[in-house]
C-alpha cells in the first residue's frame, strides 16, 4: 500500500488533497489486484488516469500563476506521463485474465505516482512555500 508521509507534503492544500485521493485510488487498485479482482481494474485505472491529468493541469495552472521559473520543463515532465498512463490502461485491461498484467499495472502505478509526487512535485515545493509567505 501507498502512504504519503509529511515528508512529501507541498503544504499547498488544493494539490495535497490530489495527491492524497491519487494514493488512495493507486490503494484501491492494488486490493483489487491483491483480491483477485482484475477485472475491476480497467475501470478504476480509468477513474485514476482521470484525475492524474485534471491534477496535472490544476498543478501547472498553480505553477503558471506563481511564475514558477520551471514551468515548461515540469509541463514536459507531465507529457512524458501520458505515456505511462496509456500503458496502465493497457495492463488493466488485461488485468482480469492475466497476473504478469497486474504485477506490471501495481508496480507501474506506484511508480508513476512517486514519479509525480516524489521527483518532479518537490522540485517547485521550495518555490511555492515562497510565494505563499505573506508580505
Given at each position: 500500500?501507498?502512504?504519503?508521509?509529511?515528508?512529501?507534503?507541498?503544504?499547498?492544500?488544493?494539490?495535497?488533497?490530489?495527491?492524497?485521493?491519487?494514493?488512495?485510488?493507486?490503494n484501491k487498485i492494488v486490493k483489487a489486484?491483491?483480491?483477485?479482482?482484475?477485472?475491476?481494474?480497467?475501470?478504476?485505472?480509468?477513474?485514476?488516469?482521470?484525475?492524474?491529468?485534471?491534477?496535472?493541469?490544476?498543478?501547472?495552472?498553480?505553477?503558471?500563476?506563481?511564475g514558477f521559473p520551471n514551468v515548461e520543463g515540469h509541463q514536459a515532465h507531465?507529457?512524458?506521463?501520458?505515456?505511462?498512463?496509456?500503458h496502465l490502461i493497457e495492463f488493466s485491461k488485461m488485468a482480469g485474465q492475466n497476473q504478469m498484467a497486474c504485477e506490471s499495472l501495481r508496480k507501474e502505478l506506484v511508480?508513476?505516482?512517486?514519479?509525480d509526487v516524489i521527483t518532479a512535485d518537490m522540485d517547485f515545493k521550495n518555490f511555492i512555500e515562497e510565494k505563499s509567505k505573506p508580505e
Open positions: 500500500m501507498v502512504e504519503l508521509t509529511s515528508s512529501f507534503k507541498l503544504d499547498y492544500e488544493a494539490l495535497d488533497r490530489d495527491h492524497q485521493s491519487l494514493a488512495d485510488q493507486v489486484i491483491d483480491n483477485d479482482e482484475g477485472d475491476k481494474c480497467e475501470d478504476l485505472v480509468n477513474d485514476f488516469v482521470k484525475a492524474a491529468k485534471s491534477h496535472f493541469a490544476k498543478e501547472e495552472a498553480l505553477l503558471v500563476k506563481v507531465h507529457k512524458s506521463l501520458n505515456t505511462k498512463m496509456d511508480y508513476f505516482l512517486m514519479d
